[in-house]
């Protein structure tokens, strides 16, 4: 297939995953939102979100996927002592983690599979 069509699928794809996964994340999040203060860095969880979501892409697209695990265990590690803060605040911050991962990952090997199918891959 062409090349601007793969070329699509990874711009639109990565958009999708990075942003598209912020906003659905905090989406899902909103009716808990009340419940947490924040304490950190203004936007901070934000951007760590699209971080944490532009590694898992680029982990699905060059075929490593071991080292979401890894991503993972780090994220568990910085984030262990927002079990300190409360059960509610832990609580939050893990729900927001997997649902992060799990729509990353999934999105991810959808681009993955687009770019398989257009040729790219």
Known sequence: MDIAI????LVLGALLVI????????RML??????????GLP???RLIGYAERTLILVFVLVSAPAAIGFLVTAKSIFRFDSMQRGRAHAEYIIIGTLLSFAYAVV???GIR?????SGMF
């Open 19 to 26: 942003y598209g996964g912020g906003w659905w994340v905090g």
């Open 6 to 9: 793969g070329l699509g699928i």
């Open 113 to 117: 599979l687009g770019l398989q199918v």
């Open 30 to 39: 909103a009716r808990y939102d009340s419940a947490i203060t924040e304490e």
């Open 107 to 109: 999105l991810s090997y």
């Open 43 to 45: 936007g901070a969880g």
